[in-house]
Structure formats: structure tokens, C-alpha cells
């Protein structure tokens, strides 16, 4: 007969309690207001004044993508209880369907208004303006690595038939990893590239904030992501080492986690001396 | 830099935004070198085709006051701004005509009357006489 001990028990309790509070507090998302403390802490990232013009709008984007990636975590949680076996849920699978949904979000955020006489700045919208070196160059380091991890193994399936490699595995951690890279990289372009029409310098600020916001998500979750397949990929080439293991299953959603939450004022090159100082 | 397109004006949006670009390359607000927006990037804002934009900016290459590549975008012409004694009579008669055109879209654009709009040029060309012969 198998009996579990204590710690083994208030382990199990705990582990189940924050996977409780986790599905209540998803559940929320979907439909629960956004909070004063959610708008203030959006404001104190990207060192924006909240003021009556851009309140709403900061709202709208905040209710929008966590309803949207709240919506992508849960069904990757429900199709996991459907489809696995038992009550085993794969942190990956979890994150993508998070990922999944802070994509469709970003296609759903509503941009600025026009006005009847539509006006525009005639200032480049660039990455730069909005990410910071490194968050820029995590995805596409990522990707470079997973790459790199696939040619490596590849040539050493090759030259030594006797290493035990799951090529299929390898091939599939690959076309997955490169996969994630490229969409978290479109969804960075499009995001550049959504419409912005002149509008108040305060709604204007909230709307680059907004644009960094989502960038910096899409690159800390894209690059954590890709990594994960890296961990794949070495899982299946059977080449997994303990610091590599520790590295990328606790190091890399930490650093995503910076990454995604990294302060960051966006640069306005769009606003004239007129117009900052107002 | 601020480029306003009224879509209930008679002024085609595209000569409404090359105007408005040619009349800042010509006042210097937008000085040689200035990187313009990608055509995407500027369609997308105002709402507009993006061969609208393509056709503007195709015009301000054409008159010289820009400059396409691929790997740089639009940027302002270098030559543009030229001193009297340099500057041919094409270029003044150029320049002449961008500053009417540009006139003329923001006269259309603000739904002034043209007696209006003359009445303006003709005291405005009087008060820069009378200043320059003070």
C-alpha cells in the first residue's frame, strides 16, 4: 500500500492550492474590471502621467489582453486535462497557450481613433523606440540557438550512428522553436506597424506605452518559449546536462520575466518642442 | 512634423500630403537628411492607401527634393536648399510652383474662398515689400 508522507502531502496541498488560485484568478480575467493598482503599475513601467484622456484607453489595452491571454492559458489547461494523462500539465504547453493568446490580443488591441481630418507624424516608428537592446536581440539570439543545437546534433547523429538521438524529436523541437521566433517576431512588426494617427500627446504617450508594453511581452514570452525548445531539443539528442537543465527550466522564465517587465520609457520623436512641453 | 489629409476636400489626399511635405522640405522644418516615414507606416496612420502615399512620394522624388533607397527608406534631398546665386531659374520656377501648390491644398483644405486667398498672398507680398524697401 502506498503511504505519503507528511511533507509529501502539505507538498501536494500547496502545489494544487496555487493551481487553484491561478485558475480563479484566470477565470477573473476574463470578465472582472481592471483594477486601480494594474493601471498604476502599467504607468509607473513606462513613466506615464495618467491622465483623464488616456485612463480609458490604458484600461481598454489592459482588460483586452488579459482577458485574451487569461482565455489562451485556460485552454491550454482544459485541453491538457482532456487530452494527458491524468492530472500532469506541462509548463510549456501552459505558456504557449498564454503566448497563443497574448497574440490574438495584440490583433484585438484597439488603436487610436481618427479624426474626420486624419493627421500624422511624420517621425520613423522604430523597434528601438520601444524595446531595448536586449529585448530586442532575445528572440532572434534564441532562435540562433535552437538552430545552432539543431545543426550541432544533427552532425552528431550522423557521424556517430551509435549516439542514441530521436531525429524526429529533434526535428520537431526545431521547426517549433523557429516557428515561435518568427510569430513573436511578426507580432513585434505588426505591432510597430499598427496605426497611429495624431492624437493629444497624452493619449499619444499611452498608445507608445502601450506599443512597448506588448513588445516587451511578446519578446520576454517569445524568447522563453524558444529556449524551451532548445530544452527539447537537447532532451531528445540526450545531451541534457545539470546546469544546462537548471539554466534553461528555471533561468529562462526568470529572465523572461525581467525581460518582459523591464521599465522602459518609450522614445516620442513624434512630439515637437510644442507639443513635449504640453 | 504633421501631415493632415482631409478627405472632403477636392484636393486629392496624395498632392494634399506632398504639398504639405515639399512646403516643410521648402521652409527647412524638414532639413536634408531627415528620414521620412515608410509608406506603410505613413498610409497606415492617415488612413490611406499605401499607393496614395507611394504616388506623393514618388512626385517629391521625381521634383529633386527627395531621395529613395532601398536600404535607407525616403530621405530629404541634400540639394534642396540652394542660394540665390547658385539656384537656376528651373529650380527658382520649381520652387515657385511647390510653394503655389502647397498654397493652394491648405487655401482647399481650410475651405477658404480663392478672391480670400489672393487678397492674402497679394498683402502678404505688399508687407514683404514694404519691409524690405524700409
Redesign the interface.
Given at each position: 500500500m502506498f503511504v505519503m508522507s507528511t511533507g509529501a502531502i502539505f507538498f501536494l496541498t500547496a502545489l494544487l492550492a496555487a493551481l487553484a488560485a491561478l485558475l480563479v484568478s484566470a477565470a477573473r480575467s476574463l470578465r472582472g474590471p481592471v483594477s486601480r493598482r494594474r493601471v498604476e503599475e502599467f504607468a509607473k513601467l513606462h513613466w506615464l502621467p495618467v491622465t483623464a484622456g488616456n485612463g480609458n484607453q490604458i484600461i481598454a489595452y489592459r482588460a483586452t489582453t488579459r482577458r485574451w491571454r487569461a482565455a489562451g492559458l485556460l485552454l491550454s489547461l482544459g485541453v491538457q486535462a482532456v487530452a494527458g494523462d491524468g492530472l500532469s500539465i506541462q509548463f510549456w504547453w501552459v505558456l504557449a497557450g498564454w503566448f497563443a493568446g497574448a497574440i490574438v490580443a495584440e490583433l484585438r488591441v484597439a488603436h487610436l481613433g481618427r479624426a474626420p481630418r486624419a493627421a500624422a507624424s511624420l517621425a520613423r516608428r522604430q523597434i528601438a523606440d520601444y524595446l531595448p537592446a536586449a529585448g530586442r536581440w532575445a528572440v532572434p539570439a534564441a532562435v540562433t540557438a535552437c538552430l545552432v543545437v539543431a545543426l550541432t546534433e544533427a552532425v552528431r547523429a550522423h557521424t556517430d550512428p551509435d549516439q542514441s538521438i530521436d531525429v524526429g524529436a529533434l526535428a520537431l523541437w526545431t521547426v517549433l522553436g523557429v516557428t515561435v521566433g518568427m510569430l513573436t517576431l511578426a507580432s513585434q512588426r505588426y505591432v510597430l506597424r499598427r496605426p497611429q494617427p495624431h492624437a493629444e500627446p497624452d493619449r499619444l504617450a499611452a498608445d507608445d506605452a502601450i506599443r512597448s508594453r506588448s513588445m516587451h511581452v511578446l519578446a520576454g514570452a517569445g524568447m522563453t518559449l524558444v529556449l524551451y525548445c532548445v530544452l527539447g531539443q537537447l532532451t531528445a539528442a540526450g545531451s541534457l546536462t545539470r546546469p544546462t537543465t537548471a539554466l534553461l527550466l528555471l533561468g529562462n522564465p526568470l529572465a523572461g520575466r525581467v525581460l518582459a517587465y523591464w521599465p522602459w520609457s518609450p522614445a516620442r520623436p513624434h512630439l515637437g518642442p510644442h507639443q513635449a512641453a504640453a | 512634423?504633421?501631415?493632415?489629409?482631409?478627405?472632403?476636400s477636392p484636393v486629392p489626399p496624395y498632392e494634399q500630403v506632398r504639398a504639405q511635405?515639399a512646403s516643410?522640405i521648402g521652409t527647412g522644418a524638414?532639413p536634408a537628411g531627415t528620414?521620412?516615414?515608410?509608406i506603410?507606416?505613413?498610409a497606415?496612420?492617415?488612413?490611406?492607401a499605401a499607393n496614395t502615399i507611394a504616388r506623393s512620394y514618388r512626385e517629391l522624388e521625381s521634383a529633386g527634393l527627395v531621395t529613395s533607397r532601398v536600404r535607407t527608406?525616403t530621405t530629404v534631398a541634400a540639394q534642396v536648399r540652394r542660394n540665390a546665386r547658385t539656384s537656376t531659374a528651373a529650380d527658382t520656377q520649381r520652387l515657385l510652383v511647390e510653394a503655389a501648390r502647397g498654397f493652394a491644398a491648405t487655401t482647399r483644405?481650410l475651405g477658404i474662398a480663392d478672391a480670400d486667398a489672393l487678397a492674402a498672398v497679394t498683402a502678404e507680398l505688399q508687407r514683404v515689400e514694404s519691409e524690405s524697401s524700409a
Open positions: - | 512634423m504633421i501631415v493632415e489629409v482631409d478627405q472632403d511635405i516643410m524638414l528620414r521620412l516615414p515608410p506603410r507606416q505613413l497606415a496612420d492617415l488612413g490611406l527608406g483644405r
